[in-house]
């Protein structure tokens, strides 16, 4: 099955620095990497997604880039404010298959 | 809006006991999935279904079943609980079309004493 590491498992930053988080996948098949959000106690929420036919994309603040040749695909958060602090997961599918192959997160923590 | 809900969000119970965890949405999704999250292993998946009385396993099944007879609900069977299963419990689903969404429920923090 498809294995998902994730980079780093914390990371620290101030506010409006930017912030990368960076996850590498095994299947060369898989085609579709969303990134999802978590705050403190709530549900995960999809916040921001690729497919393997696109190299980036952007919305606002946050951004995904996709690498298919090294496999590996990273989520970029710029001009981070507190309420960027969260657990953030990445994950990656094939489109035959509907289940979703997790990282491990990261705690992105934002000081004032 | 997409809701996903699940039947409690904090449940305490003793070892050896039969655990029952519900999840129910509203936008007739055809796939439904069980997840636990444990802090530094993200979200491992336990079971998922693709349709109604359908079921496959996921990555970590033992210890588990689910049914599922309605395509709204699915529940998570735990049949005899133990301490290692002590854990956050997250419900979600999505659509049939491809690399769809999967929308979250609230989850489920189960202590198992």
């Known amino acids: 099955g498809e294995n998902v590491e994730q980079h780093p498992s914390t990371l620290s930053v101030q506010e409006g620095d930017s912030a990368v988080i960076k996850c590498t996948y095994s299947d060369s098949a898989s085609n579709y990497f969303p990134w999802y959000k978590q705050e403190l106690g709530k549900r995960p929420q999809l916040i921001i997604d690729?497919?393997?036919?696109?190299g980036e994309k952007k919305d606002q603040r946050i951004a995904v880039t996709l690498n298919k040749t090294a496999k590996h695909f990273s989520l970029h958060i710029t001009e981070t404010q507190p309420e960027d602090s969260a657990v953030y997961f990445c994950?990656?599918?094939?489109?035959?298959?509907?289940?979703?192959?997790f990282g491990a997160g990261t705690t992105v923590t934002v000081r004032a | 809006d997409v809701k996903v809900t699940q039947s409690s969000r904090y449940l305490v119970k003793r070892t050896g006991e039969k655990v029952f965890l519900e999840c129910v949405q509203d936008m007739d999704h055809e796939n439904m999935f069980w997840y636990r999250q444990d802090p530094g292993l993200g979200l491992r998946l336990i079971y998922f279904s693709y349709d109604v009385k359908m079921k496959e396993k996921g990555d970590i099944p033992e210890g588990y079943s689910v049914s599922r007879e309605k395509k709204e609900r699915f529940s998570l069977i735990l049949e005899s609980a133990s301490t290692n299963q002590t854990s956050m419990y997250l419900c979600?689903?999505?659509?049939?079309?491809?690399?769809?969404?999967?929308?979250f429920g609230p989850g489920t923090r189960l202590t198992v004493l």
């Open positions: 690729i497919r393997s036919n696109v």
């Open positions: 994950a990656a599918s094939w489109s035959n298959d509907y289940k979703l192959s």
């Open positions: 979600a689903s999505s659509s049939n079309k491809i690399t769809d969404t999967q929308y």
